[in-house]
């Protein structure tokens, strides 16, 4: 109660002498009992324990510190490296460091896809098996099996090359593929498991209880519909965290830890075509109360450590991104008390290590080297020659030629497969460059050439768009630029990515010509859309070559994902691309190259 000013002398007198009288009334009374309690043994400290937790994401089969593509070691100028082998290092150490028992290893997605690695045992030689004959072990399960990881979440690329292949490389690992929020599309139950529980012994004392839930990206039922549709669905991470997070907790887990395929900044980039958020690992820890800590993966970021405050509770949860490919290990540390026989956490922290501080692991190398070097011979493999050769160094702002061959690929692809009606329309293709480091070589050209060149498992359809909706579709597109007023210098440096549009996100056409004044606003940027010298009718109808991811509702793009089907076909954009090297025998650019699309600052030329 507070103590009025005006009588606060006399409160402070009448204080002093009660608390007088009280300690000398209080001294007379205890002095005897404190005598006898010098004989008491002091009381026992609470038991208290640490562990860790250690966590991978998006390794996208990067094994060994190499890229394919270039046929080289892995450098950068931050002095990066990557792969899982450096990874296993880390691991070891940080296990020596604090016991064996007292370290746990999760992963957050994204394993088996994104290497000529991860492409040979899908396709070439499948882990699926081949002929009748039975298929090799995935090197991602023989190293994850070696580094003796206890759980990893489901990622989106996982479901790229089928269901087979996906529950094949599951049952070839040691420890659960988690996925709370796939389920099974007939009897919508869990399609994967959706947690497990791990233990921390302490001497003496109860074990701590991990539980560990897993949840993937919603946004597989796009991406990859054509192999999920039908057979598999998939809900929100919050909507599944709700369910799990209280029944981990009502089995007894002290420690409550997701893994998530999902990133952290609750953005979406398919717009309205699901009712689900992509990036929702804040929003579950910000609306589901009881989680301890999540390791966050999906979006390539490194987020050492973030902390969201749950609304509910007031309980701040630890958040950590260890970036992509091994080029980064979260570490999660946990300490708690036992308190009335139950463990509590008192304090989670996260930080990231960077995997140039170590060596690769000797025994992954050991394991491994062998599919390695099988790889690398494939890859290097002439598949024929080119007279000139094609860079993207500047296919984010240019129509470059190596853009064109994607293009002149995919169109030849569709038309050779469309009805006889279709086949009267228009035919147009969309594409995005993928690598601005990519270079189809004058001279020898070799798998790992286009592979670079196209480096997803993306496969073709044919979409028919009017021109109205074509426009809409190029005007999206062009958000990828800042906006630049007429008469100021144009910075390539600065110039794209705006909106968080990424180079991937970003679809150039051709079979039509056209403008991108980025002098103007968005929605207002293509200017002199024509095909074949006529301005494009709001009611022309195209057939439009375009990938499965985008087809599909990748990266928002309106209209494509209903539009009419015209075509579509298992066979890979890249695979399609390494049949035409091939057939031909010789690339020559000058029989696909053409400028037709180019940026204008109203109205003039940029390059």
């Known amino acids: 109660m507070p103590v009025n000013p005006l009588n606060r002398r006399e409160f402070v007198k009448k204080s002093a002498v009660t608390g ?27 038991k208290t324990w640490s562990f860790s937790i250690l966590g991978t994401t998006d390794l996208h089969s990067h094994v060994f510190n190499w890229d394919y593509y270039s046929d080289k070691a892995y ?111 007939k009897t919508l139950k869990p399609a994967f ?44 991470l919050v909507e599944q965290a709700k369910k799990y997070v209280p029944r981990l907790r009502a089995l007894g887990c002290d420690v409550v830890f997701l893994t998530d395929h999902s990133g952290l900044d609750g953005s979406t980039s398919w717009g309205d075509e699901l009712p689900y958020v992509e990036n929702a690992s804040n929003l579950v820890a910000e609306q589901v109360p009881g989680i301890d800590a999540i390791l966050v993966g999906h979006t390539h970021t490194e987020v050492a450590t973030y902390t969201v405050k749950n609304e509910e509770t007031g309980k701040e949860v630890v958040l950590s991104e260890p970036y992509c490919y091994g080029y980064r290990l979260s570490v999660f540390d946990f300490e708690l008390e036992l308190e009335h026989g139950c463990w509590k956490v008192t304090s989670t922290t996260s930080t990231t290590i960077n995997s140039n501080t170590v060596a690769e692991d000797p025994t992954i190398t050991e394991l491994l080297t062998a599919d390695h070097n099988l790889v690398v011979k494939y890859v290097n493999t002439a598949i024929g020659t080119c007279t000139a050769a094609m860079s993207t160094a500047e296919a984010c702002w240019k129509d470059v030629p190596a853009i064109d061959f994607i293009h002149q690929v995919q169109m030849d692809a569709v038309k050779s497969g469309l009805s006889t009606a279709d086949a009267a329309l228009p035919l147009i293709s969309v594409a995005a460059c993928f690598s601005r480091t990519a270079v189809i070589p004058a001279g020898d050209v070799t798998i790992r050439d286009v592979a670079g060149l196209y480096i997803y498992e993306n496969t073709l359809y044919g979409k028919k768009l009017t021109g109205a909706q074509l426009k809409d579709y190029l005007e999206f597109a062009a958000k990828y630029y800042h906006q630049v007023p007429a008469g100021t210098k144009v910075d390539t440096s600065t110039l794209t990515n705006a909106n968080s549009f990424w180079d991937y996100m970003y679809d150039t056409a051709a079979g039509v010509d056209y403008e991108i004044d980025i002098a103007a606003a968005e929605g207002s940027r293509i200017k002199n859309l024509t095909y074949n010298g006529t301005a494009v009718a709001d009611d022309q109808v195209f057939v439009v070559a375009v990938n499965n991811y985008r087809a599909n509702g990748g990266s928002g793009y309106p209209h494509i994902a209903a539009a009419e089907t015209a075509y579509s076909s298992t066979n890979q954009v890249r695979d399609l691309m390494i049949a035409y090297a091939t057939a031909k025998g010789t690339i020559n650019p000058t029989a696909f190259a053409a400028t037709n699309w180019k940026l204008t600052q109203d109205g003039t030329a940029v390059f």
């Open 193 to 236: 498991k959706p947690y497990t529980v791990k233990r921390i012994r302490v001497p003496g004392a109860p074990d701590i209880k991990v539980g560990i839930l897993g949840l993937t990206n919603p946004g597989i039922a796009l991406w990859d519909k054509d192999n999920v549709s039908g057979k598999m669905t998939f809900t929100g």
């Open 20 to 46: 007088a009288a009280v300690a000398v009334a209080g001294t007379a009374a205890t002095t005897p009992a404190r005598a006898a309690d010098q004989h008491k043994k002091p009381a026992p400290k609470p």
């Open 75 to 185: 450098s950068d100028s931050k002095g990066n490296t990557y792969g899982i082998a450096r990874i296993a290092t880390l691991v070891k150490n940080i296990r020596a460091e604090k016991g064996e028992d007292r370290v746990l290893l999760v992963d957050a997605g994204d394993i088996i896809q994104g290497t000529s690695l991860a492409s040979y045992y899908a396709s070439v030689d499948p882990i699926t098996g081949k002929d009748g004959k039975r298929g090799p072990k995935h090197p991602m399960a023989i190293a994850m099996n070696e580094m003796r990881y206890d759980a990893a979440a489901l990622g989106n690329h996982e479901f790229n090359y089928g269901i087979e292949v996906v529950r094949t490389f599951e049952k070839q690992c040691h420890f659960p593929l988690l996925g709370a929020n796939a389920l099974d599309a």
